[in-house]
């Protein structure tokens, strides 16, 4: 009795063995010409912040004055519409759409580096700026935008205030 029920066990999952199906899948896709190149001055870029009073903090949230910095772009594809461009780096521990400063003996604290579009929109660490217009072919693009300390916390101590990001060039 027992060898009857194995055998019916058995056959009954060989049936559902057969019941499989063959199928494809399709990849469709273009490979475009839309990105830009670098130029080698926008590759490793320093921005001269100054000299700062942080008597200038009276309060969390308040700037210094805006330093600009661009990022350009050479030979734009033929296809080339749009770039959006994020930065990452060390997140401050008060307020993580700053950029922490690099930790070194001396440092100021009490301030983080904001970063900022051409329109001087603050931009988030990892999130990408609006998405600035490109034109096909372009022989090359100027992209600006602006650095400033802020202020973290109430005080703001004095000491260096030097800090780092990367930054990803996203195409449309």
Excluded at 15 to 40: E, M, Q
Excluded at 75 to 84: E, L
Excluded at 142 to 148: D, E, T
């Amino acid at each position: 009795m027992h060898l009857c029920a194995a055998c019916g066990i058995a056959l009954s999952l060989a049936a559902f063995a057969t019941l499989a199906h063959d199928g494809r899948v399709y990849v469709t896709g273009t490979i475009t010409n839309n990105t830009c190149t670098l130029s080698p001055d926008s590759q490793n870029m320093t921005v001269a912040m100054g000299d700062v009073s942080n008597r200038q903090f009276l309060h969390p949230g308040e700037g210094a004055a805006w330093q600009p910095f661009a990022i350009d772009l050479l030979n734009c594809g033929s296809t080339a519409s749009g770039v959006s461009v994020s930065f990452s780096g060390s997140e401050d521990e008060t307020n993580h759409n700053l950029l922490a400063l690099t930790p070194e003996e001396g440092n100021a604290t009490g301030v983080g580096i904001a970063l900022y579009d051409t329109n001087k929109n603050a931009i988030p660490l990892g999130a990408d700026s609006a998405t600035m217009p490109l034109i096909g072919g372009q022989a090359s693009v100027h992209l600006q935008f602006y650095a400033r300390y802020v202020a973290d916390g109430d005080t703001v101590a004095s000491g260096t205030a030097n800090a780092s990001a990367t930054f990803k060039l996203t195409y449309e």
